[in-house]
């Protein structure tokens, strides 16, 4: 069967990764498929090709746990060449679910590219109670986690500054629904959105640049180090859920 994807709008990398990934899914299962969307960083200027996976997601018409088998010969094949395992949902999970995940599904509108079937992301509608909900337990629950990591790391310095740099870019779609929730456009471009949400919440957000550059620059910390970065992030969290918590919707 011959499909047409709708790919100009990827980079070519892109392309070249997922392309064959989708057209063997629309081989095996091609009347159950609804729509194929990649999202996330591989469409924006923080994607790396070296180090970045390509994100998807696969919407059927009706949940077929069978599907899985579809798509588990190729889970180890395709994770090599860079594509993550998609996220399987239908658009009934969709509707019921958005105000159970308004954060994630704020971030897959922003940030998507339907590249076969309908486009089911640009339409939805997030409700801002449910948003900053989400977003305050988010942040609450990084502070717990937070505490947590520090007791259990028992000092290890290397540990924790891992943890750090690594939970960092999951904090994006949480920071880009408090920019939402302050009545402005989330930027698409992880340092972008830390600059932003300092601006339009006042709070000082240089720990969470330091933290996401430090992906990149193998970022080492001394022992001394990692406590103050330890207090900082963790003052810096617990500010921007007070912001959470004080928003007027």
């Known amino acids: 069967m011959s499909v ?3 790919t100009e709008r990827l980079r070519p990398v892109v392309a070249e990764r997922v ?5 063997e899914l629309l081989e095996k299962e091609d009347g159950n498929i609804h729509s194929l969307h990649v999202v996330g960083s591989a469409l924006t ?3 790396n090709e070296q180090t970045s996976d390509v994100n998807s997601v696969v919407v059927l018409k009706e949940m077929d746990l069978r599907f899985l088998e579809v798509l588990a010969p190729r889970g180890k094949k395709y994770r090599k060449r860079g594509v993550a395992a998609p996220l399987i949902m239908t658009p009934g999970y969709i509707t019921a679910s958005l105000d159970v995940f308004p954060v994630e599904f704020l971030s897959f509108r ?3 590219e339907t590249v076969y079937g309908e486009d089911v992301f640009a339409l939805i509608e997030v409700d801002d109670g449910d948003l900053r909900q989400q977003c305050e337990r988010e ?3 990084r502070l717990i986690g937070l505490r947590q990591g520090y007791i259990s790391s028992l000092g290890d310095v290397r540990t924790l500054t891992e943890t750090y740099v690594k939970a960092m870019r ?3 779609p949480v920071f880009r629904g408090i920019i939402h929730l302050k009545g402005e456009a989330p930027p698409e471009r992880y340092e972008d959105i830390v600059k932003e949400l300092a601006r339009v919440t006042g709070v000082d957000c240089d720990i969470f640049m330091r933290l996401l550059r430090g992906r990149h620059e ?3 910390l001394s022992q001394e ?8 992030y963790y003052r810096a969290t617990e500010a921007l859920g007070k912001v959470v918590d004080e928003i007027a919707l």
């Open 170 to 172: 999951s904090y994006a």
């Open 4 to 6: 047409s994807l709708k």
């Open 139 to 141: 942040l609450k629950t």
């Open 19 to 23: 392309v064959p990934f989708f057209e």
């Open 218 to 220: 193998k970022l080492k």
């Open 45 to 47: 200027a923080d994607f």
């Open 225 to 232: 180090e990692v406590k103050t970065v330890f207090e900082t």
């Open 110 to 112: 922003l940030i998507h």
